[in-house]
Nanobody, 127 residues
C-alpha cells in the first residue's frame, strides 16, 4: 500500500520560513517523480514545485520561484519543500504527490499525471 505522509506545516508570520517533508512508502521511490501542490481557501489545487525521479531536474510555479526549493533523498524516500519569505497568499493545504518517472512524460506540473497523493499539511501565513 502506497503512503505519502506530509509533515512540517504550521503557522508562521509573513517573511518566515517552513520546511515541509513527505515520507513515502510502498513504492519504488527512486523511480517516481515527486511534486508539491497546494490548495488555498476557496481556490483550486495548484502546482507548486516538482522534481524528477533522479533529482536531475526541478520545476517551479512562478509563485514560488526564488523562494521555494524542492529536494529529495532517494536513500530515505523523502521529498522536501523549503519555503522562505512566506506570504499570506501562500496559506494553503500542501500536498505531496508521486507519479511514475520512467515514462515518456517529462512534465512535472500536470496534476492529472500524479497517481498517488498525501493527505496534506496545513500552512498558514499570518500578516
Amino acid at each position: 500500500q502506497v503512503q505519502l505522509v506530509e509533515s512540517g506545516g504550521g503557522l508562521v508570520q509573513a517573511g518566515g520560513s517552513l520546511r515541509l517533508s513527505c515520507a513515502a512508502s510502498g513504492l519504488p521511490f527512486s523511480n517516481y517523480d515527486m511534486a508539491w501542490f497546494r490548495q488555498g481557501p476557496g481556490k483550486e489545487r495548484e502546482f507548486v514545485a516538482g522534481i524528477r525521479w533522479n533529482g536531475g531536474r526541478t520545476f517551479y510555479a512562478d509563485s514560488g520561484k526564488g523562494r521555494f526549493t524542492i529536494s529529495r533523498d532517494n536513500a530515505k524516500n523523502t521529498v522536501s519543500l523549503q519555503m522562505n519569505s512566506l506570504k499570506p497568499e501562500d496559506t494553503a493545504v500542501y500536498y505531496c504527490a508521486a507519479k511514475w518517472g520512467l515514462s515518456y512524460s517529462m512534465n512535472l506540473d500536470v496534476q492529472d499525471e500524479y497517481r498517488y497523493w498525501g493527505q496534506g499539511t496545513q500552512v498558514t501565513v499570518s500578516s
